[in-house]
């Protein structure tokens, strides 16, 4: 049974900081590109961040990149969004979720964490 399982979410001040983490479970960790996805109110959704299960580099979109790093725990199935200097546009619903490279889609989706800055 495939579960993301989101926490972290919450109210936050601008220039607070905040960490997401996304606990998995069910398939093979390091097979696909564990992915932040947020969709803030009345927007479409917007990739965040990535990174390879089997790799080390994050990738970023760039209104977050040097801000927000993302990092994950082979061990314990976990990846993370450490996210920093948080502005009001960063809220929004983030999801975690998994790209495929085989069938080039996201596969597997958690349920959402909402993160407020104001």
């Known amino acids: 049974h495939v579960q993301l399982v989101e926490s972290g979410g919450g109210l936050v001040q601008p220039g607070g900081s905040l960490r997401l983490s996304c606990a998995a479970s069910?398939?093979?960790?390091?097979?696909?590109?564990l992915t932040w996805v947020r969709q803030a109110p009345g927007k479409e959704m917007e990739w965040v961040a990535s990174i390879y299960g089997a790799g080390t580099s994050g990738y970023y979109t760039t209104s977050v990149k040097d801000r927000f790093t993302i990092s994950k725990d082979n061990a314990k199935n976990t990846v993370y969004l450490q996210m920093n200097s948080l502005k009001s546009e960063d809220t929004a619903l983030y999801y975690c979720a998994t790209w495929s490279a085989g069938i080039l889609a996201f596969n597997y989706w958690g349920q959402g964490t909402q993160v407020t800055v104001s």
């Open positions: 069910g398939f093979t960790f390091s097979a696909y590109y």
